[in-house]
């Protein structure tokens, strides 16, 4: 019985101590099971976080960038209206057919956008482009690169317009071709500019460069040799055969000379009437050159031309000058032409010796015109408008002198006013140019200037003379003298008194030639003067020279701030005035705007 005890009771505690690790065992497991959940709450803790973070970031990103994408599609519409505004923009499929056209072009060619989607681009071709143009441009193009060139295209109205136009292929990811985009710039006032100032550099009856492109290359080209030829007796042929067989022969013997030229270094230029200069750029000696226009000359002796049926021989005289330190070639060439044909000669190279013979007889015989133009009142004042930049309107007029001589030419002052005033005859010029233009202006409520020089302002007679015009005359605010001269002054008090004498009249006074000789700045607050003309030496070069433009607009902004006026002279072309206009100068004068007439516009 108690065996039996003992041994429950060790089953017990048995079973007890088994309990007992199965309890520990569990807690253990618990334990671990517990700590297992707590790792991988905070493990999804951390997870949740950095989902979050991410989340955050991304949101953060995908602002950024919808905010980007904003920016950038508004930056490009505003590209978009910046070229659409500036540019001419068409689009083609890959076969040419347009497919987009912007308001420019459809404004430059006249069409509607719905008359040119669909058509080809040969809409606008202008008839006179040659085809090669469009082959070589589809050329390139199918070639798949971009092609440039000025075209010349026609309106729907038929009108001519120039564009500069770039035309780039439009490929796919996988390198095809898909569209042509083509960007077109207008150019048509360039162009028309170009052709008019190459119209006025041209002789139209040949086509060959005449007297003004001469002078203008003479100043940037270093010309070796200068021949003038000119054809003998060339009026009689006129008077012979008319003047439509003489206008044919001049255009043979322009192509007949300009084909027997030998030197290959040469320009041949067409002067007026019958005269030709070929000049060279080859430096050769003496000797070479008088073979080379003597074998010239008598080639013309042997050649009989052919002109509606008719043969007519001509025969040439020539004068030439070399290239050793000679400043005036083309005056001196001229001079030995005078002198060939004085002798009778063929031909005659100039020398130094033949240069003061030449201006002494030329003095003379100017002398002679001068006097007989003053005893026949052949001395007339011309007309030059002066615009104002702001109304493009003629305002006032310079009256300018001119000489006719016996033949009815009229003569430029260049050519007689420094032979007049060392003869003494001067004075009587200015008094003429007086009396013609106040009687020109007397019954008109327009302003004029004329001009006087400092030999005019210190003649104490003929400023009494003046004095007594302005006292009779009617509008004396509307004259204007213009103060002429390049050298110094000597006495300031002179020029004062004038100038303030004129004022009690109210006359007004104008400094001509300003930013030369004496017309500077300090001369400003010397002579209280009412208008300024800003030297046209300056005013020619404004487009290409920085320093003209500095010059010009200095100038203005002191007149402005002594409230004088400013006159830009010297204003040969549009964009000449476009740029004084923008520099803010009052009024313009030249060529472009007007040439001097014998009478003004009413």
């Known amino acids: 019985m108690n065996t039996e005890l003992a041994l429950l009771h060790k089953r017990l505690e048995r079973e007890q101590t088994a309990r007992r690790q199965a309890d520990t065992l569990l807690e ?40 980007e994408l904003d920016d950038n599609l508004s930056l490009l519409n505003e590209y978009k209206k910046a070229i659409d505004h500036s540019t001419i923009v068409s689009m083609t499929d890959k076969d040419g057919i347009i497919i987009y056209a912007n308001d420019a072009f459809c404004k430059i060619s006249g069409y509607t956008r719905e008359e040119l989607i669909g058509q080809n681009h040969n809409i606008i071709r202008h008839p006179d482009n040659p085809s090669k143009i ?60 170009e052709q008019r100032i190459n119209r006025q550099l041209t002789d139209r009856l040949t086509g060959f460069p005449n007297r003004t492109k001469l002078i203008e290359d003479l100043e940037s080209r270093k010309y070796e040799a200068i021949t003038i030829l000119n054809i003998d007796a060339f009026q009689e042929i006129n008077d012979l055969y008319g003047h439509t067989i003489g206008d044919e022969l001049l255009k043979n013997f322009t192509l007949y000379l300009a084909q027997n030229l030998n030197e290959k270094n040469c320009t041949l230029y067409k002067l007026p009437a019958d005269e030709f200069v070929i000049a060279s750029m080859d430096s050769l000696d003496i000797i070479t050159y008088k073979k080379a226009i003597s074998d010239l000359i008598k080639k013309f002796d042997r050649y009989l031309f052919h ?41 005659v190279i100039f020398d130094k010796t033949m240069q003061e013979k030449e201006r002494y007889a030329n003095n003379q015989a100017m002398l002679k015109s001068l006097k007989d133009a003053i005893a026949n009142d052949r001395i007339i004042p011309y007309f030059q408008p002066i615009f104002s930049n702001t109304t493009m309107k003629i305002e006032k007029y310079e009256t300018l002198i001119r000489m006719v001589d016996d033949k009815g030419k009229i003569i430029s002052p260049f050519f007689f006013l420094e032979i007049a005033k060392k003869s003494r005859i001067y004075r009587q010029l200015t008094k003429i140019m007086v009396e013609k233009s106040f009687a020109k202006f007397k019954d008109k409520n327009i302003e004029f200037s004329i001009n006087l020089s ?64 004496y017309s500077n700045f300090m001369h400003l607050l010397e002579l209280k003067v009412d208008y300024i003309k800003i030297d046209g030496s300056i005013i020619k070069n404004i487009i290409e020279d920085r320093n003209s433009q500095i010059l010009t607009k200095a100038i203005f902004t002191v007149a402005k701030e002594l409230n004088i006026k400013v006159i830009a002279e010297y204003v040969s072309t549009e964009a000449i005035l476009n740029a004084v206009k923008a520099i803010g100068v009052d009024h313009s004068q030249g060529f472009y705007l007007g040439e001097p007439l014998p009478d003004i516009i009413e």
């Not at 334990?31 to 950095?50: A, G, N, P």
């Not at 005359?473 to 008194?497: Q, V």
């Open 454 to 517: 400092i030999e005019d302002i210190v003649d104490s007679s003929m400023c009494t003379y003046i004095f007594q015009k302005l006292e009779s005359f009617s509008l004396p605010k509307n004259i204007i003298f213009e103060i002429t001269e390049s050298e110094g002054i000597d006495n300031y008090n002179i020029i004062k008194e004038f100038i303030a004498e004129v004022k009690t009249y109210g006359a007004q006074i104008a400094i001509d030639d300003f930013g030369s000789g």
């Open 28 to 67: 253990q497991k618990s334990l671990q099971l517990w700590e297992t959940s707590r790792q991988l709450q905070l493990s999804l803790d951390e997870k949740s976080k950095e989902l979050q973070s991410l989340n955050t970031q991304l949101s953060i990103s995908l602002q950024d960038t919808s905010e």
């Open 307 to 347: 002109i509606n049926g008719n043969e007519i021989h001509v025969s040439i005289t020539g004068g030439m000058s070399i290239r050793d330190n000679d400043t005036n070639m083309f005056g001196n060439a001229d001079i030995a032409l005078k002198k060939a044909k004085l002798e009778k000669v063929p031909f």
């Open 134 to 193: 469009y082959e070589n441009m589809w050329r390139i193009l199918l070639r798949k690169k971009p092609w440039h060139s000025v075209i010349k295209n026609m309106s729907k109205e038929g009108k001519s317009y120039y564009v500069d136009t770039t035309i780039t292929p439009i490929l796919d990811k996988e390198g095809k071709l898909k569209k042509f985009l083509a960007l077109r710039y207008n150019i048509t006032n360039a162009i028309e500019q």
